[in-house]
């Protein structure tokens, strides 16, 4: 298959990008296929029953970024799950990328 990348980048309110992330989650909840869009644009695809998942959180200064990344390969029918087992161990940055580092925020008071 060839290579794809949709980047689309929109300033939300915090109840838009909820709804956003609610349907997402709605759609990996409810069956395999998943469509997501943005401004009339839309791709629908096939999510493997097991994803890669990656967080990570950023804070510098008075910004704070939060990435959350799904990933899967396509496996070929009738393949099994063995090669598809979650890691227990934690998630090492990816060369591509190097490790950012943020200050943690301290807990508000109780």
Sequence with gaps: ??????????????????????ELGRAL???SEVELGSSGDSVTMEVADRVR?????EVDGDEIEIEIEISWRDAPSGASGAEEQPSTEPASPSPARPARRGRPRKAPAK
């Design 53 to 57: 998942w990656e967080l990570e959180i």
């Design 1 to 22: 298959m060839p290579k794809l990348e949709i980047k689309k980048t929109s300033e939300l309110s915090r109840k838009e990008a909820s709804e956003r992330l609610i």
């Design 29 to 31: 909840a409810d069956g």
